[in-house]
């Protein structure tokens, strides 16, 4: 696994979504939904043998 994770490390990766109203607020502000995931470019291999 070692091997792996240096070859194909996970990384980090933040996806940002269209700012919304916040449902109950008087003033002017708003909410950015983020969505915080790791991936690595041979993610379905890492899992698969992650879950051995």
């Known amino acids: 696994m070692v091997a792996w994770q240096?070859?194909?490390?996970?990384?980090r990766r933040i996806e940002?979504?269209?700012?919304?109203?916040?449902e109950s607020s008087s003033?002017?502000?708003k909410i950015r939904p983020e969505l915080e995931h790791c991936e690595s470019h041979h993610n379905n291999v890492w899992l698969s043998c992650?879950?051995?």
């Open 27 to 29: 003033d002017d502000s």
């Open 6 to 11: 240096l070859h194909d490390p996970l990384q």
């Open 16 to 22: 940002q979504f269209p700012l919304e109203d916040p």
């Open 50 to 52: 992650n879950n051995f």
